[in-house]
């Protein structure tokens, strides 16, 4: 291999550095180019020599791992941290990947473990790089927070994820592909909670309900305070931008369709993807998110009764004037012994399926349970993998607004006896 990974080792014990010394010695396409006794000298010595990969110990005095991490994120970019604890707990894991940790290691390893982690990153690091080196526009970096709002004249890309029956994976899909597209293709993310009454969007990014929510922001839109977007969008340290619905259900009624629209056209301004994980209600607002969509991905699964749904699904889209191409069916939790076919599902609706998300729940429900987008956690899974594959199938993709001559109030009542 011509090129070297040129590695950093953080560690407050003298005898760890030398032993993992010792072991990549071995390796030639390892080198190391420098250690570390705690979580200061890490920065300093890292914004030296610029390493590719940084082992960093969680534990250590003075600046511990997760905060040394959070700085090296800042102030070095290019070097990807692989977390190593003598603890593989959950909190440990979810705050290390929050601060930017690419890869975590629980001690005692073996020397392939460790070899493969530090191969595995530094290649997607690498993999991320050229991709966003293709890029026409620069990409915007991990942590999207800057300008969401206030940027020139950009209008992004509305992608509602929606599906005509609950629990097929909207959310987990939502949250995971602004993940993917905002840390692999440098898109600026707004991923913005379209089921108002039981939003998750908050559980699985492990985000404070008590933090501002659309239900705060319609008012202020809809009396002209264009500016105060910042108040109420999170920037979360995943990469994403997020606006939470609100804390309680009842609260739902505050939030209009007008002013749905509004708070989608302020954000589609400046971002290059605003991700709407919406409800399986049809409802006023769910349509009115729909409209607004340049793409609705919906999701199903291989369950006769989301089959069913999805069909009468596609009869009302398709009086609502929605061009085909703006409908992608994404198929989740696609597994093949569930009794049911890809190729049954169909012929049944008379599509294509357009993407599939394998099922995996080990992954997934783990994810779920820690707050980590799996996508983080869990990068090498097939799930991940199958999500990164949507991310860059529609990113970018753009669908012309459907002509307000073809839709019909009658035809919008007869979708509230849809479900
Ligand atoms: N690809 C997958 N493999 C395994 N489990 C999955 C997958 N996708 C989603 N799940 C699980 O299915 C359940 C429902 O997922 P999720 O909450 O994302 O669906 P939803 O459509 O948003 O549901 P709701 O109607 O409650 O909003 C969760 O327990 C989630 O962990
Ligand atoms: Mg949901």
Request: charged fraction near 25%; proline fraction near 4%; charge should be negative.
């Amino acid at each position: 291999m011509a090129d070297q990974i040129r590695v950093l080792i953080v560690d407050d014990i003298p005898e760890t550095r030398d032993h993992l010394t010792k072991l990549l010695g071995f390796e030639t396409d390892i080198e190391v180019v420098g250690a570390a006794a705690s979580g200061n000298e890490a920065v300093t010595v890292a914004s030296q020599v610029k390493p590719d990969v940084v082992l960093m110990d969680i534990n250590m005095p003075d600046m511990d791992g997760i905060a040394a991490t959070e700085k090296l994120s800042a102030q070095v970019p290019t070097a990807s941290v692989v977390m190593m604890s003598v603890q593989g707990e959950a909190d440990y894991l979810r705050r290390s990947m929050l601060a930017g940790a690419r890869e975590f290691l629980v001690k005692p390893f073996s020397s392939d473990e460790l070899t493969a982690s530090i191969r595995q990153v530094y290649t997607r690091e690498q993999e991320k790089l050229s991709r966003m080196s293709a890029m026409p526009v620069a990409g915007v970096p991990v942590g999207a927070s800057s300008n969401g709002t206030e940027d020139g004249g950009r209008d992004g890309q509305i992608i509602a994820i929606f599906s005509p029956k609950g629990g097929v994976g909207r959310t987990t899909v939502a949250v995971n592909l602004a993940v993917a597209a905002a840390t692999e293709l440098g898109k600026s993310v707004v991923l913005v909670d379209g089921s108002f009454q039981f939003g998750d969007v908050g559980v699985l990014l492990n985000l404070n309900p008590k933090n501002k929510s659309i239900a705060d922001l319609v008012p202020e839109l809809d009396a002209g305070e264009a500016d105060s977007l910042d108040t109420f969008v999170i920037n979360h340290s995943a990469g994403i931008r997020v606006l939470l619905a609100p804390p309680s259900p009842e609260m739902a009624e505050l939030i209009t369709p007008a002013g749905v629209r509004r708070v989608l056209d302020a954000l589609r301004h400046g971002h290059d993807l605003v991700i709407v994980d919406c409800t399986s209600w049809f409802n006023e607002t769910t349509l009115a998110i729909l409209d607004a969509a340049d793409l609705v991905l919906t999701m199903l699964s291989l369950e006769i009764t989301s089959i069913k749904n999805m069909r009468l699904f596609l009869e009302v889209a398709e009086q609502l004037g929605y061009e085909q191409d703006k409908i992608k069916l994404v198929l989740n939790r696609a597994d093949s012994s569930l009794g049911i076919r890809v190729s049954d599902v169909e012929s049944s609706i008379g599509r294509k399926v357009d993407h599939t998300i394998v099922s995996d729940g080990r992954s997934v429900v783990y994810a779920l349970n820690r707050g980590v987008p799996f996508f983080l956690s869990n990068r090498e899974a097939q799930v991940s993998q199958d999500i990164l594959r949507l991310a860059q199938a529609v990113a970018g993709e753009r669908v012309a607004m459907p002509r307000e001559d073809v839709r019909k109030t009658a035809q919008k009542k007869s979708l509230f006896s849809f479900r």
